[in-house]
């Protein structure tokens, strides 16, 4: 298949709320009860269509343990797009992924596009952080927000569409297509400490 | 099917002696770990001329019903526990307060090994709570780090819980695992900068290529190094891994390493960045702990030669970003 535009897109957020899930059910369609934990980097990719292009997006699900945060710089960093991925039914997981936007609006590309998913919505029952709450969020930094359950299926295709929309759009809006031919990009081992040092995880409100 | 029973479900004479061969052949076997066991610093000391039988027997993979005895041995699992007061485990056990990392305890526990037997029942994951849990005290600098559970989790298939709590303690400090764990993962990277090299040396051919796509070890061998295998590989070929490992330490880990690569390279060398990772995970679903292991050992691999690395990685002018050209 010719494929017009390669983006590389990567999952970030606390350990747990179900990010290799996602990735899983989006691209293999398939959903694993007992998904184990994560403790290296997984790479999965899948071509789509948008509108009239092809787009095929290299997705990078990583792990979420706070120790494993300073490699994340690796992962976002040249990624154009990121699935910020929290569980609705632990409060803590959303406060992670409003640290993470403050780091990737500081350390990853400016031109990055962010969805919030807010996974495990078939768990509805047990929900500490109410919906609207997470939208008021998401609109306010300028990113989606999507209801997702990789159980289900729900919200799950929309939600990595919504992020290749997002990164189409900005395309088109700043006239040059962003250069994204490699976007797999390198991946450096770094020093965490240092990055440790940039940033401690900010709070909010 | 046909060759193992007649009609009636009976065994055949052919498999009736298969059976007792195989009986007479673990019993025997047995028999020689018993000996080693009951006269075990003739064997177990470096500088002992029968250390050598026991690392080659070690090496051909140690029987499953004395695997756990043999293992607790190898990690001096006992002088490890007389090392620390008395009843230290019970006391972690029964404190009240939890450690700050708790919830990242317990969010994994349930989500390892989850298909085996001793895991997916209670008892199971509340021995691999206390001895995390227990641990997270003893040393407060690692806590709890994503991998450790799979390594417990192994220990726990063997001993008991105590048991393998102190297999735990020596791992960590004997081996020198901390540092895999620790705020930084330091050890990671370092270990990751020596594959990388070491591939550069013994798969020239094969790093060019990875080198070409930008595919380097921390793509695809974070977790080797960070669960010893057990995430990844098959449990059978984890075990012989160990088996040495917990004799020989570290370097069999570059070993196994390589010698992954020097089977399988045909079967990745024309594959894109995009297949790599799938290529190699799909290899480690179905390798042959023999022959991996086997084509482990003859690759020479000098204790000198690693040391080097180590340096070279040490005195790197800047040991933030690694060349890995």
């Known amino acids: 298949m010719e494929v017009d535009r390669e983006f590389k897109i990567v999952t970030l957020g606390e350990g747990r709320v179900g990010k290799t899930s996602l990735a899983m059910r989006y691209v ?44 994340a ?31 990737l609006k500081m350390q990853a590309d400016k031109d990055i596009s962010f969805v919030i998913a807010g996974n495990k919505c078939d768990l509805e029952l047990d929900r500490q ?4 709450q997470a939208i008021a969020y998401a609109k306010q930094i300028g990113a989606a927000h999507y209801s997702t359950s990789a159980k289900s299926g729900m919200g799950v295709n929309e939600c990595f569409e919504e992020i290749a929309k997002l990164i189409l759009d900005k395309e088109s809006r700043s006239g040059s297509p962003i250069r994204s031919s490699k976007a797999r990009s390198r991946v450096i081992v770094k020093n965490q400490e240092e990055v440790v040092k940039k940033k401690k995880s900010g709070g909010c409100c | 099917m046909i060759d193992y029973i007649d ?13 007792s061969s195989a009986q007479t052949k673990a019993a025997a076997q047995i028999k020689i770990w018993d000996h080693m066991l009951s006269n075990w610093s003739d064997y177990s ?38 090392s620390y007061p008395h009843h230290l485990y019970f006391r972690l056990c029964n404190r009240e307060e939890d450690p700050p990392c708790m ?21 199971g994951q509340q021995s691999l709570t206390n001895i995390l849990r227990a641990y997270a005290f003893l040393d407060p600098e690692i806590g709890y780090c994503q991998g450790m559970a799979y390594i417990v989790g192994v220990f726990l298939m063997h001993v008991d819980e105590e048991s393998a709590f102190w297999m735990l303690v020596s791992f960590m400090y004997n081996y020198q695992m ?11 990277y370092q270990s990751l900068y020596k594959a990388n090299y070491l591939l550069k040396l013994h798969e020239p051919a094969l790093w060019k290529k990875f080198a070409k796509s930008e595919f380097y070890p921390q793509i695809y061998a974070m977790q080797w190094f960070m669960t010893l295998f057990t995430f990844s590989f098959n449990i059978d070929t984890v075990l012989r891994i160990w088996d040495c490992f917990l004799l020989e330490g570290p370097k069999i880990l570059f070993r196994v390493f390589l010698s992954f690569f020097k089977l399988h390279k045909n079967d990745l060398i024309n594959l894109s960045f995009e297949n790599l ?24 691999l000098s204790r000198k030669e690693l040391l080097q690395i180590d340096r070279e990685y040490q005195n790197a002018p800047n040991p933030v970003l690694i060349n890995w050209k």
């Open chain 2, 45 to 82: 000391n470096y500088s002992t001329p029968k250390y050598k039988i026991l690392k080659q027997r070690c090496r051909k993979g140690i029987p499953s019903n004395v695997r756990g005895r043999v293992w607790f041995m190898l990690c001096k699992g006992l002088e490890v526990q007389n």
């Open chain 2, 7 to 19: 009609r009636p479900r009976f065994l055949s004479d052919q498999t009736k002696r298969d059976i």
């Open chain 2, 178 to 188: 901390r540092g895999y764990y620790m705020q930084g993962m330091a050890k990671v």
């Open chain 1, 28 to 71: 293999r369609g398939q959903f694993n009860e007992k998904e184990q934990s994560t403790t290296n980097a997984n790479f999965l990719e899948k071509n789509i269509r948008i509108n009239e292009t092809s787009i095929k997006l290299n997705i990078w699900d990583t792990a979420g343990q706070e120790r494993f945060r300073a490699l």
């Open chain 2, 277 to 300: 990772l799938a290529g190699i995970r799909r290899i480690e679903t179905s390798l042959d702990a023999d022959l991996l292991l086997r084509a482990a050992f003859n690759i020479t």
């Open chain 1, 129 to 132: 952080i109410p919906k609207e």
């Open chain 2, 103 to 123: 919830l990242d305890i317990t969010k994994d526990v349930s989500r390892t090994f989850p298909e085996h037997f001793l895991f997916v029942r209670q008892g």
């Open chain 1, 73 to 103: 710089p690796n992962y976002y960093r040249e990624a154009k797009g990121a699935l910020l991925v929290y569980d609705i039914t632990d409060k803590e997981s959303f406060w992670k992924v409003v640290s993470w936007v403050e780091e």
